[in-house]
């Protein structure tokens, strides 16, 4: 089954930027959509298509997708970006059909 | 406005059966996939299945396959999941999503809360 990768945890300053990569073979040919969760609520959609922020959605979260690495950016980071963060991917000829990376929790120093 | 209302936490004990409920709103429920998404306590997302109401066809994880079953009743606009025999590991928060082109998950209940202890 396709796996996705990604770091345990990110630490980024305030102000600064924070990119979390998420790896899986060939991942470029595939749309790629990132979560945000924050404790105790439920998975928000941040970046969708590899690269499309969701009305509402701050312009401080960007996205790209190419090769085997698919990276989540958030530039200028606010104590409130402080959370748990999930890329993930549909491959209707794969099974299972969706899946979800392994999660990075980004904590803000 | 699209929203997705689970129903409430539960407490069962080992063996006990159990369905919990999504149900949808503001926009057309037979025309759209939902799906279920397990959270272990501190751990990541596992999508379990989806299903789709406007004629049932459900695809399961093979993770999950033969452990759960995913329903709909599309009278009422809810979605289903269901165990006939619940184990101590199914302590999690469940999560309905749908997921719209490309495999989106745009819109997600707030999660059910199942604790499994004897």
């Known amino acids: 089954s396709y796996v996705l990768t990604q770091p345990p945890s990110v630490s980024v300053a305030p102000g600064k930027t924070a990119r979390i990569t998420c790896g899986g073979n060939n991942i470029g040919s595939k749309s790629v959509h990132w979560y945000q969760q924050k404790p105790g609520q439920a998975p928000v959609l941040v970046i969708y298509y590899d690269s499309d922020r969701p009305s509402g959605i701050p312009e401080r979260f960007s996205g790209s997708n190419s090769g085997n690495t698919a990276t989540l950016t958030i530039s200028r980071v606010e104590a409130g970006d402080e959370a748990d963060y999930y890329c993930?991917?549909?491959?209707?000829?794969?099974?299972?059909?969706?899946?979800f990376g392994t999660g990075t929790k980004v904590t803000v120093l | 406005e699209v929203q997705l209302v689970q129903s409430g936490a539960e407490v069962k004990k080992p063996g006990e059966s159990l369905k919990i409920s999504c149900k949808g709103s503001?926009?057309?429920?037979?025309?759209?996939?939902i799906g279920w998404v397990r959270q272990m306590p501190g751990k990541g997302l596992e999508w379990m299945g989806i299903i789709y109401p406007g004629d049932s066809d459900t695809r399961y994880s093979p993770s999950f396959q033969g452990q759960v079953t995913i329903s709909a009743d599309k009278s009422i606009s809810t979605a289903y999941l269901q165990w006939s025999s619940l184990k101590a590991s199914d302590t999690a928060m469940y999560y309905c999503?749908?997921?719209?082109?490309?495999?989106?998950?745009?819109?997600w209940g707030q999660g059910t809360l199942v604790t499994v202890s004897s």
């Open positions: 999503a749908r997921p719209g082109n490309q495999g989106v998950f745009d819109y």
């Open positions: 503001g926009y057309s429920f037979t025309s759209y996939w």
């Open positions: 993930q991917v549909w491959d209707s000829s794969s099974d299972p059909l969706y899946v």
